[in-house]
């Protein structure tokens, strides 16, 4: 069975069409790999946001805590500038080898 040339220009430009579409299905961009790496991104991605949203949650309640009480601001006043309250006794407990008890017995 012959073809003629009219009909076979018409399925060789049908065949180039179909490998065309066929390698933009496999290789270009919105192929199943590409697919593929993208899906991974995105889970990726939904994690990070978890533990951002996490984070942002805790720093909500400590900022609540800060507005509204003062058990928040007199506990960081407390741990990071060593205030006591009045009438408290504050007792500094120094170990052998420290460097504050070493200046100490120094003449």
């Known amino acids: 069975m012959k073809l003629s040339p009219a009909r076979q220009v018409v399925l ?25 790496s993208l899906k991974k991104q995105v889970e990726t991605l939904t994690g990070e946001n978890a533990e951002l949203a996490e984070r942002n949650r805790l720093m909500a309640a400590d900022v609540r805590d800060l507005k509204e009480g003062t058990e928040a601001v007199e506990e960081i006043a407390r741990k990071d500038l060593g205030m006591i309250r009045d ?16 200046a100490q017995q120094d003449p």
């Open 87 to 102: 009438g408290e006794t504050f007792f500094l407990i120094v170990e052998p080898g420290d460097r504050a008890s070493d």
């Open 12 to 36: 060789a430009v049908l065949a180039l069409l179909l490998l065309g579409l066929q390698a933009r299905l496999w290789f270009g961009e919105g192929s199943l790999r590409h697919v593929a």
